[in-house]
């Protein structure tokens, strides 16, 4: 596999692998691959919410699989980031329910506010912005994912306030 | 008001925890099962009640149950499909969110039912926290003897565990999801053979919809026949519906099947009527894959008889005049919608969705978007509807799954109710060049113009 450009601490911590045994204990002995979209998760949070190619290549190492079978994995789903994101990945929905109740004018805004485009991060590595389909919630447009926690009924108030908040350090992203 | 199976006991305070759950009743049905009926019972039982799965398809729960092979003397796996990912769908989430030992005691029985002792949630890795919630309801499960070996004293044993996804709708396609919980790209498999026979690792495995196994602990309390009075013919139960768009209260409903679509939608009990009432223009009703209704066949069938929410009803004149129940994804679209747009916005859904495994799919979603793309904008030619046409009727019925045909229904729909919204974007392009170009001047408005105007 062709290695990564950017260059990625890898550091699985004695809870992260404790967490990854847990998963890991929940298919049978044999088919330890099964773990692998839980424990890609688990992983990707631990390390900057990415997954270099020498991440991944330690990921097939812990579940006794080949590199390919992680690569192919990490290549289909759209969770798992190939490249470094910003600390704070804001994913707005995009689809019909969403668009129709405001979600469009939503990413202008943020995007303008960050001085960035749609798909890019902001200099300080703090922000990225992405559309994305259809996460659920559509009765609560306009929305969008930060981590594992959705932020509904979206309003321009509401973004300036999130973003102050990710620049205070006060979001929770992560429910660990 | 109608009856409610899945939502009596929402608002209850703490219901989300074990003891508060377990203090109104439940786990009652395990309780139930294990003691007093046999698997088979409760098969029946099921079969009885008519409940078709949730999920969209719509198919008898009880029966796809009598397929699961007994004979073959492998492990047999329940997975239940928590991947909720059809556009408009989001019933499942409050369901989980809300009241996860629901779904939990409804995993236990169902299996029960199996005769699996090893089953797994399987939910889409965007509900993080949602995973999260269902882990803790599994690990209070576990410590109050619902779940592992000799379950409550009744020499039954049975693990459970929720695994997430990662991003991919399609793994809400069964086979799909069962080569995702392996560890592998969600590619779905060419069936026969279905998961009945060798679904997880090869093993005899039934999928069904959160909604689906959650109405079994209810099922098993009452009986399947009780079950069947509720609804409407052969639409029996309740549904939740996920409502949204351009309506005063979105939000997810448990409605008894039978209920009108014109209550269900002006009523102040459920939808409230349109947002700002502003003119109803256009339905999706059971998610983005189901045909969408232009609005003189919303409260009415073609026949002139009143629209209900039901399986029948809602398909009642067949694509031509109707649609269809599907996941319950309720989507309301006022005049300022662009129907062009949200066809375009759907195509744009499939075809970053699509597996890639079948070229017409992948394929001709990528070219369903193109073209939708350039007649929203208004670089559209006359010839396009035609090839639109053309393209969807050739991804339908050419796929090994389904997310083929639920990529080309739409197209179709949209096309053989809003034609003329088409042709007006490709006549008149300088008026579609603002994306909210309906928001300002609705169709309605400046329809006239198409009678003006030749090519």
Same mark, same amino acid.
């Given at each position: 596999?062709?290695?990564?450009?950017?260059?990625?601490?890898?550091?699985?911590?004695?809870?992260?692998?404790?967490?990854?045994?847990?998963?890991?204990?929940?298919?049978?002995?044999?088919?330890?691959?099964?773990?692998?979209? /839980?424990?890609?998760?688990?992983?990707? *949070?631990?390390? *900057?919410?990415?997954?270099?190619?020498?991440?991944?290549?330690?990921?097939?190492?812990?579940?006794?699989?080949?590199?390919?079978?992680?690569?192919?994995?990490?290549?289909?789903?759209?969770?798992?980031?190939?490249? /470094?994101?910003?600390?704070?990945?804001?994913?707005?929905?995009?689809?019909?329910?969403?668009?129709?109740? %405001?979600?469009?004018?939503?990413?202008?805004?943020?995007?303008?506010?960050?001085?960035?485009?749609?798909?890019?991060?902001?200099?300080?590595?703090?922000?990225?912005?992405? %559309?994305?389909?259809?996460?659920?919630?559509?009765?609560?447009?306009?929305?969008?994912?930060? %981590?594992?926690?959705?932020?509904?009924?979206?309003? /321009?108030?509401?973004?300036?306030? +999130? +973003?102050?908040?990710?620049?205070?350090?006060?979001?929770?992203?992560?429910?660990? | 008001?109608?009856?409610?199976?899945?939502?009596?006991?929402?608002?209850?305070?703490?219901?989300?925890?074990?003891?508060?759950?377990?203090?109104?009743?439940?786990?009652?049905?395990?309780?139930?099962?294990?003691? &007093?009926?046999?698997?088979?019972?409760?098969?029946?039982?099921?079969?009885?009640?008519?409940?078709?799965?949730?999920?969209?398809?719509?198919?008898?729960?009880?029966?796809?149950?009598?397929?699961?092979?007994?004979?073959? #003397?492998?492990? @047999?796996?329940?997975?239940?499909?928590?991947?909720? !990912?059809?556009?408009?769908?989001?019933?499942? @989430?409050?369901?989980?969110?809300?009241?996860?030992?629901?779904?939990?005691?409804?995993?236990?029985? !169902?299996?029960?039912?199996?005769?699996?002792?090893?089953?797994?949630?399987?939910?889409?890795?965007?509900?993080?926290?949602?995973?999260?919630?269902?882990?803790?309801?599994?690990?209070?499960?576990?410590?109050?003897?619902?779940?592992?070996?000799?379950?409550?004293?009744?020499?039954?044993?049975?693990?459970?565990?929720?695994?997430? #996804?990662?991003?991919?709708?399609?793994?809400?396609?069964?086979?799909?999801?069962?080569?995702?919980?392996?560890?592998? =790209?969600?590619?779905? =498999?060419?069936?026969?053979?279905?998961?009945?026979?060798?679904?997880?690792?090869?093993?005899?495995?039934?999928?069904?919809?959160?909604?689906?196994?959650?109405?079994?602990?209810?099922?098993?309390?009452?009986?399947?026949?009780?079950?069947?009075?509720?609804? &409407?013919?052969? !639409?029996?139960?309740?549904?939740?519906?996920?409502?949204?768009?351009?309506?005063?209260?979105?939000?997810?409903?448990?409605?008894?099947? #039978?209920?009108?679509?014109?209550?269900?939608?002006?009523?102040?009990?459920?939808?409230?009527?349109?947002?700002?009432?502003?003119?109803?223009?256009?339905?999706?009703?059971?998610?983005?894959?189901?045909?969408?209704?232009?609005?003189?066949?919303?409260?009415?069938?073609?026949?002139?008889?009143?629209?209900?929410?039901?399986?029948?009803?809602?398909?009642?004149?067949?694509?031509?005049?109707?649609?269809?129940?599907?996941?319950?994804?309720?989507?309301?679209?006022?005049?300022?919608?662009?129907?062009?747009?949200?066809?375009?916005?759907?195509?744009?859904?499939?075809?970053?969705?699509?597996?890639?495994?079948?070229?017409?799919? @992948?394929?001709?979603?990528?070219?369903?978007?193109?073209?939708?793309? @350039?007649?929203?904008?208004?670089?559209? =030619?006359?010839?396009?509807?035609?090839?639109?046409?053309?393209?969807?009727?050739?991804?339908?019925?050419?796929?090994?799954?389904?997310? #083929?045909?639920?990529?080309?229904?739409?197209?179709?729909?949209?096309? =053989?109710?809003?034609?003329?919204?088409?042709?007006?974007?490709?006549?008149?392009?300088?008026?579609?060049?603002?994306?909210? &170009?309906?928001?300002?001047?609705?169709?309605?408005?400046?329809?006239?113009?198409?009678?003006?105007?030749?090519?």
């Amino acid at each position: 596999m062709e290695k990564t450009l950017h260059k990625q601490n890898i550091n699985i911590s004695e809870s992260l692998m404790a967490r990854i045994e847990e998963l890991i204990s929940h298919y049978p002995a044999d088919k330890r691959k099964s773990a692998l979209l /839980p424990v890609l998760h688990e992983v990707q *949070d631990a390390h *900057d919410n990415w997954l270099s190619t020498e991440l991944q290549e330690k990921v097939a190492e812990i579940l006794e699989i080949k590199p390919i079978e992680v690569f192919e994995v990490v290549s289909f789903y759209t969770m798992y980031n190939q490249k /470094p994101v910003g600390a704070y990945h804001f994913e707005f929905c995009r689809t019909s329910c969403c668009m129709i109740r %405001g979600a469009e004018d939503m990413i202008d805004y943020t995007c303008n506010k960050l001085g960035i485009k749609e798909g890019e991060t902001t200099a300080d590595g703090l922000f990225t912005v992405t %559309g994305v389909e259809c996460l659920g919630a559509c009765g609560y447009a306009p929305m969008m994912q930060v %981590g594992d926690y959705y932020h509904e009924h979206l309003t /321009p108030e509401k973004v300036d306030q +999130i +973003i102050a908040d990710a620049r205070a350090g006060n979001i929770k992203i992560h429910d660990k | 008001m109608g009856q409610k199976i899945l939502l009596d006991k929402i608002h209850i305070p703490g219901i989300k925890t074990y003891d508060v759950y377990r203090q109104n009743g439940g786990y009652a049905a395990v309780e139930k099962a294990l003691k &007093h009926m046999t698997p088979d019972e409760i098969t029946e039982e099921v079969k009885t009640s008519g409940l078709k799965g949730r999920g969209g398809a719509g198919f008898p729960m009880g029966m796809k149950w009598s397929f699961i092979d007994k004979k073959s #003397g492998k492990p @047999r796996h329940l997975v239940c499909n928590a991947d909720e !990912s059809e556009p408009g769908t989001f019933k499942d @989430r409050y369901l989980m969110e809300h009241i996860p030992h629901l779904l939990v005691e409804g995993m236990i029985v !169902s299996s029960y039912a199996l005769g699996c002792n090893l089953s797994y949630i399987y939910i889409r890795g965007e509900y993080m926290w949602v995973y999260k919630i269902l882990e803790r309801a599994i690990k209070e499960a576990y410590a109050a003897g619902w779940l592992g070996k000799n379950i409550q004293g009744s020499g039954y044993d049975l693990d459970l565990h929720v695994h997430c #996804g990662a991003g991919a709708y399609i793994c809400g396609e069964e086979t799909a999801l069962i080569e995702s919980l392996e560890g592998k =790209r969600g590619n779905p =498999r060419i069936k026969p053979p279905f998961p009945a026979i060798s679904g997880l690792w090869q093993n005899p495995t039934v999928v069904n919809n959160v909604e689906s196994i959650s109405n079994v602990p209810w099922i098993v309390l009452n009986s399947g026949a009780d079950y069947a009075n509720i609804g &409407h013919g052969k !639409s029996t139960g309740t549904k939740l519906i996920s409502a949204s768009g351009h309506i005063k209260n979105p939000g997810v409903y448990e409605i008894e099947l #039978g209920l009108s679509v014109d209550e269900f939608m002006n009523s102040d009990q459920y939808l409230g009527g349109m947002m700002n009432d502003r003119p109803l223009k256009a339905l999706v009703p059971g998610g983005s894959s189901v045909p969408i209704l232009p609005a003189h066949l919303i409260y009415k069938t073609a026949a002139n008889e009143d629209r209900l929410m039901t399986y029948e009803s809602l398909s009642d004149g067949g694509f031509a005049t109707g649609s269809m129940l599907g996941s319950g994804g309720f989507i309301v679209y006022n005049d300022t919608a662009c129907i062009v747009r949200n066809t375009w916005n759907f195509s744009r859904f499939y075809h970053h969705e699509s597996c890639g495994q079948c070229s017409p799919c @992948r394929e001709g979603t990528g070219w369903l978007e193109k073209v939708l793309w @350039r007649i929203e904008n208004g670089q559209g =030619r006359e010839e396009d509807i035609e090839l639109l046409w053309s393209i969807q009727s050739k991804i339908e019925g050419n796929t090994i799954c389904p997310l #083929g045909d639920a990529a080309a229904w739409p197209v179709a729909a949209a096309i =053989r109710h809003f034609r003329d919204e088409f042709e007006y974007h490709i006549r008149f392009p300088e008026k579609v060049k603002d994306r909210n &170009h309906f928001t300002a001047e609705p169709f309605s408005q400046v329809q006239h113009l198409m009678h003006k105007q030749t090519l």
